[in-house]
């Protein structure tokens, strides 16, 4: 835990954000943040996914503000530097900044952790305030008000102890704590307060009402300034030239704002930038299980919905309460849901749920493996065997694969609508993706094809795999031939094709499956 009044941590750890090569400049924000100074909404939490940009823009803000130092020669450089009220409140504030994410060395409880708060925040207050050293103040807030002067809070990392489910009987007197150290008191100029998590609401309100919240489901303001646009990304992308914005979109793209507007993960841009590649990087800064923690809570209400959204389909759901801090496990299909779009696995938008992009995708992968989603389980733990008989040529045993998996206990699969084939496909073909690149859908030569598996090694051949009902696999073969599918395959220097014709008789519930090698 870090408490700090008028130090140059802020300073230090944005100048390094500035040297990086793969700078973004988001100080438009400071604009409307100042705007609220010394205003009745004074009081802002913005709370977003760990790794979207929140701890940057807060020490941009400490920067900005904060009168420890001279900021000019930075912020002239930057987007704010265009607002006609750009000097208004440059370097004008005392700054108080509070970073919650560390625990006391000495003891573990909430009291060493309050007091931690308590003494350091009093120690840096007496020692620029050397008036008040020797006078006792019952309580911070009296010893705030003493000063005659007026602060800004940065607060981050708000929400750890919730999130980590530390004093689980102490976390009400932490609310109330905040409250009394911030509310209706004036020497607070502004509060800017951060975490992952939303604010605690009990059914008489919050005890931290006073603030104007802003979440991955309720932003119509800030969404820009967390995580990179499109525009942005490629501004980044144009610094280097071994990868394309095609493939970054493919990894990273999946958040929207409220205007349709697409939003990447920022950390995994910079990482694959970095690297010159595209792989997981967000989702290895958490725990490794964390999609498959929350869909545990009830897998027999969200299992057909993952089914879905595994093959790329939209899950229409109105999610009208936030998952907040302090806040009971989630128990049924809305609030599991609604607390892994606060965790950024899932994202929504008109109404829509998603798996946002690749990189989660993968994560969906592997939960479908796991031994409490029963049959699907069962059914993506044996696409190994599909996938062998693929690149055999056993169409018949294919066949009978995907007639297994047709029949099993899942609604969805029972070819209810046009997706639902491709559902059984997805799940039959799932262990693919560990030697293949697999795209659904795509443009290639003369039209689209239902599946292109792009292999990772040059030892392995590319598949094709086109979908019909109530005709014959040999059409779909065909169609592959005649609109030239495979040329996708051959750009990248792919040598042996293996196109798979998938066929299902609608009348007799049979699939007929043939697959040949095609020049």
């Keep these: 835990m870090t408490t700090c009044l008028n130090t140059k941590s802020a300073l230090i750890l944005y100048q390094e954000l500035l040297n990086s090569e793969y700078f973004v400049d988001k100080s438009a924000i400071i604009e409307n943040i100042s705007k609220r100074i010394r205003t009745n909404t004074k009081y802002v939490c913005i709370t977003k996914p760990r790794r979207f940009g929140k701890t940057s823009i807060l020490n941009m803000l400490g920067t900005y503000f904060g009168k420890a130092y001279n900021s000019k020669d930075i912020f002239d450089k930057l987007q704010i530097s265009k607002s006609k009220n750009y000097r208004t409140y440059l370097n004008k504030y005392n700054i108080i900044h509070i970073t919650l994410n560390d625990l006391p060395e000495n003891g573990n409880t909430y009291e060493h952790y309050i007091s931690l708060i308590r003494e350091s925040l009093i120690d840096d207050i007496k020692e620029c305030y050397p008036q008040l050293k020797d006078t006792k103040f019952r309580k911070l807030s009296e010893l705030l008000t003493a000063t005659e002067d007026e602060f800004i809070f940065m607060i981050d990392e708000w929400d750890y102890i919730f999130s980590h489910e530390l004093y689980p009987e102490h976390q009400g007197d932490f609310l109330e704590f905040l409250r009394d150290l911030l509310k209706d008191r004036p020497y607070v100029a502004l509060t800017y307060m951060t975490g992952v998590l939303p604010i605690k609401k009990y059914s008489t309100g919050s005890a931290l009402n006073m603030f104007k919240e802003y979440t991955m489901l309720k932003d119509p303001f800030f969404e820009e300034y967390f995580g990179f646009t499109e525009s942005e990304v490629e501004m980044l992308c144009e610094k280097q030239t071994a990868l394309s914005m095609d493939e970054i979109r493919d990894w990273y793209n999946g958040y929207q704002t409220k205007d349709g507007s697409r939003i990447y993960n920022p950390r995994s841009v910079i990482c694959a930038l970095e690297d010159a590649a595209c792989?997981?990087?967000?989702?290895?800064?958490?725990?490794?299980?964390?999609?498959?923690?929350?869909?545990?809570?009830?897998?027999?209400?969200?299992?057909?919905?993952?089914?879905?959204?595994?093959?790329?389909?939209?899950?229409?759901?109105?999610?009208?309460?936030?998952?907040?801090?302090?806040?009971?496990?989630?128990?049924?299909?809305?609030?599991?849901?609604?607390?892994?779009?606060?965790?950024?696995?899932?994202?929504?938008?008109?109404?829509?749920?998603?798996?946002?992009?690749?990189?989660?995708?993968?994560?969906?992968?592997?939960?479908?493996?796991?031994?409490?989603?029963g049959y699907v389980a069962e059914l993506v733990n044996n696409s190994n065997e599909v996938l062998n008989a693929t690149l055999n040529k056993k169409g018949e045993l294919v066949a009978s694969y995907l007639h297994n998996i047709h029949n099993s206990e899942l609604p969805i699969l029972k070819y209810n609508d046009e997706n639902s084939l491709s559902c059984v496909v997805t799940l039959a073909y799932l262990a693919a993706r560990n030697k293949y690149r697999v795209e659904r859908e795509e443009k290639s030569g003369k039209g689209y094809v239902d599946f292109i598996f792009y292999p990772k090694r040059k030892t392995h051949p590319g598949i094709i795999i086109e979908l019909k009902a109530d005709a014959t696999p040999e059409t779909a073969i065909a169609q592959i031939k005649e609109k030239e599918y495979s040329e996708k395959l051959r750009k990248v220097n792919v040598k042996k094709i293996l196109a798979v014709g998938i066929n299902y008789d609608t009348r007799e519930k049979e699939h007929q499956c043939i697959i040949e090698e095609i020049d």
């Design 279 to 373: 792989q997981s990087y967000w989702t290895r800064t958490g725990k490794m299980d964390e999609v498959l923690f929350f869909l545990k809570y009830n897998i027999a209400e969200v299992r057909d919905d993952v089914v879905k959204m595994v093959n790329n389909m939209a899950v229409e759901i109105d999610i009208e309460d936030e998952y907040t801090a302090g806040q009971e496990h989630p128990y049924n299909r809305e609030e599991i849901y609604a607390a892994m779009i606060i965790y950024g696995l899932l994202s929504y938008n008109d109404g829509q749920l998603r798996i946002p992009n690749k990189e989660l995708m993968l994560e969906f992968h592997k939960a479908l493996k796991d031994d409490d989603f």
